[in-house]
């Protein structure tokens, strides 16, 4: 166990809805990061947190967005989905903003939009 | 932007032969080489990571080795065994730690 809590584990919704994916980091860490990943496909960076404030984004739509709150956990929303959203998307967390710290990865979120 | 290349995409060996993965970055400011593991259907989990100032670091059978001049690091699995099958993952981040980059991965097959 990464420490890292996901949820929901699984997501099944429809074209155009809107979900949220939660995301509690690991206790005393004050990073989270979001990727998705396809089916078969690798890593995809989405967007960094560090202590609340957003510090780096990756190839993420304008459709999605993300925050962390005070109590450092993080929320993802997806909206207007589309049938190529459908995808694994993780949560991982770190201790300071990712120099010489390891990501711990929970179990994800499997969306799949129909 | 940030990029780092995986190679390859599917290596498959026999039982207690040895695996080799590479990877290249192209941000001359990373400076930290984790490398993950990824089971079927599970969570993505580090094995072994390298940090600049290191040139080589072993763990058992799993070694890593890093190139800062060439921008190129590689893992090293000696007398794999079947539980080695996976999807491994290198990724690369730089100072701040901002933008973890991920390779695409490697596909390990072992046969037994």
């Known amino acids: 166990d990464s420490g890292v809590t996901q949820t929901p584990k699984h997501l099944i919704t429809a074209t155009g809805q809107r979900v949220t994916l939660r995301c509690s980091p690991r206790s005393g860490d004050l990073s989270v990061y979001w990727y998705q990943q396809s089916l078969d496909q690798g890593l995809q960076f989405l967007i960094q947190?560090?202590?609340?404030?957003?510090?780096a984004k990756g190839n993420i739509l304008e459709r999605f967005s993300a925050q962390q709150f005070p109590d450092l956990h993080s929320e993802l929303n997806l909206s207007s989905l589309e049938l190529g959203d459908s995808a694994l998307y993780f949560c991982?967390?770190?201790?300071?903003?990712?120099?010489?710290?390891?990501?711990?990865f929970g179990n994800g979120t499997r969306l799949t939009v129909t | 932007g940030e990029n780092v290349e995986q190679h390859p995409s599917t290596l498959s060996v026999q039982e207690g032969d040895s695996a080799v993965i590479k990877c290249t970055y192209s941000?001359?400011?990373?400076?930290?080489f984790p490398w993950y593991k990824q089971e079927l259907g599970k969570r993505p989990q580090l094995i072994i990571d390298?940090?600049?100032?290191?040139g080589e670091k072993k763990d058992q059978r799993i070694a890593v080795t890093l190139n800062k001049t060439a921008k190129h690091f590689s893992l090293h699995i000696t007398e794999t065994q079947p539980e080695d099958s996976a999807v491994y993952f290198c990724?690369?981040?730089?100072?701040?730690?901002?933008?973890?980059?991920f390779g695409a991965g490697t596909r390990l097959f072992v046969k037994a």
């Open positions: 941000d001359s400011a990373s400076n930290y």
């Open positions: 991982a967390s770190s201790v300071t903003t990712g120099a010489n710290s390891p990501l711990h």
């Open positions: 990724a690369a981040s730089d100072t701040g730690g901002f933008k973890t980059i």
């Open positions: 390298i940090r600049s100032n290191v």
């Open positions: 947190y560090y202590n609340g404030e957003e510090r």
